[in-house]
């Protein structure tokens, strides 16, 4: 199934590398996505839209949003909060929202939203 990831724009120090957290925060948790490689949520899943529209929406500036084939079952995101990674205060914070807590921190999911273990991104599309 395709899906769209919304990444956040390559630094230009290495071309075609992106990345959901900003900067070098949390190492640990940190996914890179590359076009042609498989990427996989080191804890958790990993957040997508199903439907280019909503990734429109969410995305910003900053960002640019991966064409991408999901590995395995895409399921719907509705009422969980999703971890914004730029409040988030340390890797625990990370770790406790996977884990089920709802730390203060997180926020409603943005509409449209799904998420899946792993996923290969095809191309940029924004």
Known sequence: MIV????LKSNGVIRNHYSSIMGNGFPTYKIIYRV???STALIGKLFVFK???FAEKFANT?????????KGRVTKVSTRVYVDSSRAKNEEFIRMFWEGESPEESAKAPEGSYVVKSLTPLEVVL
Do not use: P, Q, S
Not at 4 to 7: A, F, H
């Open 4 to 7: 769209y990831k919304v990444v």
């Open 51 to 53: 439907e280019l529209h």
């Open 36 to 38: 042609g490689e498989t």
């Open 62 to 70: 900053f960002n640019v949003i991966l064409k991408c084939k999901a």
